[in-house]
């Protein structure tokens, strides 16, 4: 369980987020949403270690997160980063860094290891970059990786900055659908979202940043009928029939799509 | 597709899988060194080259490891901070990591002229001084590669400026400033030679022992830190590092440049940015360009020998620009 308590984080003395107490439970997914700059991603940095708390603590199973050794902090918490540098290596040895935490010096993969990856893989229907290099995929291909690369890394609390970022919608649904089936097996998923509509739609838990940094918590359903995105985004939401719906689910699980792999690339270059 | 890239290719699927690369370059290295032994003033063969030690062990082999170990150390070095920086554009040459290891060396040669192992040190300091400083700056002005190559070129005029300031205050420094300043590998001193190559022998051990680690780096600040990379200690490790390889090589042969930048580029071409296999190969290539260079250099006017560091940056100055001219800098 991960838990903020009087939590304060900035940099250069200047305060981004204030006085946050949160804690996210196993089996839930957290959505954070707010307006741009009003410190959603500083939050996420936080529960990842990445920002050290100003004031309060950021406690993970009951112990202070920065207190763990990296390679523990690692086998726990992974992030995706909103932006990361793309060096020129193939999509198989990023994937084989994610592993690392996991693996003691000198880092060699088990089989284990390389099964796990090529579900990653799978799930995120990325196996056939595989021995791609990363500068060669696309954006939303990138991003399918990266989050294929979180995936491997297999911790129980996933820290997303805009997972859906590049996404087709294809894979933007078949992303939330993967979600809650980490859900189902008892990970922490804590995302920043823009889509409010997704937000809404896929998460247990809504954390919502107005400008003036207050933070409200709550249900979906708590959310929409406090009037709270009018206090957020100066906007009115209401319910509608209206949804996009994934008609085959059956494509989204891993085994379905493990069987691309072998083949060397997806497409012709 | 444009030819040259297309070569690059064909001989990337070629080598990738076989470290056939490895194996011909190490067999080029090794042969290019047996002929720099022999060739020089005179031109002897192998077997009687084993009859006249003397001439062997106090001339052509300290000159010949000079060589190899100069450009092991500038393109090792030059591949980490390439990696630091997440810039390929930045050579330690380009950000002032060789003109600190010079000034500093010019340093050492004033105030301890008579113990010329001091100069590897203080070169060393130097480097790490430049290195220290360029990543400072960069971590502040956060992921502009423009501000970091800028305020490395401006802090590589500003160290130029202070050695040419101490030569001409102290015009009997104990060395030769202006071959210094090209670069060369005619005046090698084995007292500083020896030690040199020793940590930077001990240097690239250690890197590749942790070239997993580099290469999350690479990934970026945060990425590696939640994989569960101590940022902070590993980076600093590597810039000591770099430093350390880059400054013992300015110790012996001077403002060699452009080494540290082509040839890791010319690696990534190959291999691309896979440390463990980018920073042996850049380190292999930057001996046997070096060497090569330095044979040039010594033979085609010989008895009069061009500087090593002419050589390289005849050979250096175009490729650079046509490297600037295909990344359109960014």
């Not at chain 1, 970059?129 to 690369?149: K, N, P």
């Not at chain 2, 899988?17 to 002897?44: D, E, P």
């Not at chain 2, 930077?200 to 939640?226: H, K, M, P, W, Y």
Request: charged share 15%; with cysteine; hydrophobic share 50%.
């Amino acid at each position: 369980m991960l838990e903020l308590n009087n939590l304060s984080v900035g940099y250069d003395g200047r305060y981004v987020i204030r006085n946050v107490d949160l804690s996210f439970e196993p089996g839930n997914i957290y959505t954070i949403i707010g307006k741009n700059g009003s410190g959603k991603s500083t939050l996420l940095k936080s529960c990842s270690g990445l920002l050290t708390p100003k004031v309060g603590s950021v406690l993970l199973d009951g112990k202070e997160l920065s207190k763990y050794p990296a390679n523990q902090r690692a086998q726990k918490i992974s992030y995706l980063s909103q932006s990361t540098n793309t060096p020129n290596i193939t999509v198989e040895r990023l994937l084989a860094h994610a592993r690392f935490p996991h693996l003691s010096y000198p880092k060699k993969l088990r089989q284990e290891d390389i099964n796990i990856i090529y579900r990653a893989l799978g799930d995120m229907k990325a196996a056939c970059f595989i021995h791609d290099s990363l500068r060669e995929l696309s954006g939303g291909e990138r991003q399918r990786v990266y989050l294929a690369m979180q995936l491997a890394q297999d911790t129980p609390i996933l820290l997303l900055d805009e997972p859906t970022t590049y996404l087709d919608i294809e894979y933007q649904l078949s992303l939330m659908e993967l979600l809650q089936k980490l859900k189902a097996q008892g990970k922490t998923i804590i995302m920043v979202l823009h889509d409010l509509e997704q937000a809404l739609k896929y998460s247990d838990q809504i954390i919502a940043i107005d400008a003036g940094k207050e933070i409200y918590t709550g249900t979906p359903d708590e959310i929409l009928a406090g009037g709270i995105l009018r206090k957020v985004f100066h906007v009115d939401v209401q319910r509608s029939d209206y949804r996009f719906e994934l008609k085959n689910p059956a494509a989204v699980s891993s085994e379905a799509v493990i069987t691309v792999f072998g083949n060397s690339s997806c497409r012709s270059r | 597709m444009h030819g040259g890239v297309k070569a690059m290719k064909f001989l990337r699927n070629f080598f990738h899988s076989k470290g056939a690369i490895f194996a011909v370059s190490t067999l080029a290295l090794i042969l290019v060194i047996i002929v720099s032994l022999c060739v020089g003033v005179v031109i002897y063969t192998p077997v009687q080259l084993l009859e006249l030690p003397d001439i062997l062990r106090y001339i052509r082999f300290p000159r010949v490891m000079a060589a190899v170990f100069a450009g092991a150390g500038l393109a090792g070095a030059g591949v980490i901070i390439q990696t630091l920086l997440g810039n390929s554009l930045a050579g330690p040459n380009i950000i002032g990591v060789n003109s600190g290891a010079g000034f500093m060396t010019l340093v050492a040669a004033l105030i301890f002229p008579l113990i010329p192992q001091m100069q590897p040190l203080a070169a060393f300091l130097g480097a790490l001084f430049s290195v220290m400083l360029i990543y400072l700056l960069s971590r502040k002005a956060g992921t502009s590669k423009m501000t970091i190559l800028l305020s490395g070129v401006v802090l590589n005029s500003l160290l130029n400026a202070a050695s040419e300031a101490l030569c001409t205050f102290f015009p009997d420094v104990h060395m030769s400033y202006a071959a210094f300043r090209v670069g060369g590998l005619a005046t090698v001193q084995t007292l500083v030679l020896y030690p040199a190559a020793i940590l930077i022998t001990v240097l690239f051990i250690i890197v590749q022992c942790r070239a997993n680690t580099l290469e999350l780096l690479s990934l970026g600040d945060d990425t590696a830190f939640t994989l569960g990379v101590s940022v902070k200690k590993y980076r600093l490790l590597f810039l000591v590092c770099a430093a350390g390889m880059a400054g013992a090589a300015v110790s012996f042969a001077g403002l060699i440049g452009f080494l540290g930048l082509i040839v890791p580029h010319g690696a990534r071409l190959v291999v691309g940015d896979e440390i463990k296999k980018l920073f042996p190969l850049s380190v292999l290539w930057g001996s046997l360009l070096l060497l090569v260079c330095d044979t040039v250099a010594r033979t085609v006017f010989a008895p009069f020998e061009l500087s090593v560091g002419i050589v390289i940056s005849i050979i250096g100055a175009p490729i650079f620009i046509r490297m600037l001219l295909k990344r359109k800098v960014g």
